[in-house]
Nanobody, 120 residues
Framework: QVQLVESGGGLVQAGGSLRLSCAASGSIFSIVGMGWYRQAPGKQRDLVAYITRGGITTYADPVKGRFTISRDNAKNTVYLQMNSLKPEDTAVYYC??????????????WGQGTQVTVSS
């Protein structure tokens, strides 16, 4: 079993900052990467940021220059530092863990989600 434990969401005023954390534990054979997605009410779940085990990062255009993703491979933990938050960043943020199974197949896991609300 694999568990993802997220923390760090909350309510913040526009222009403020929050830091999300996601720790993975359990039977993980090989990690491909970890990342964050978000889903606002009535919208689809979209990629926010992703970091591979080798450190390659990807950011969605709306968060470039404001959000920074980082990871601690030893702790199987990924962080998302969110600065200059805007009301349109309001969403449920989901942690994603991409893994490779022993048979070589890809398997992804999701956290339970953490609410981020930015007030104007």
């Amino acid at each position: 079993q694999v568990q993802l434990v997220e923390s760090g969401g909350g309510l913040v005023q526009a222009g403020g900052s929050l830091r999300l954390s996601c720790a993975a534990s359990g039977s993980i054979f090989s990690i491909v990467g970890m990342g964050w997605y978000r889903q606002a009410p009535g919208k689809q779940r979209d990629l926010v940021a992703y970091i591979t085990r080798g450190g390659i990062t990807t950011y969605a255009d709306p968060v470039k220059g404001r959000f920074t993703i980082s990871r601690d491979n030893a702790k199987n933990t990924v962080y998302l530092q969110m600065n200059s938050l805007k009301p349109e960043d309001t969403a449920v943020y989901y942690c994603n863990l991409g893994t490779r199974l022993q048979n070589g197949l890809r398997r992804d896991y999701w956290g339970q989600g953490t609410q981020v609300t930015v007030s104007s």
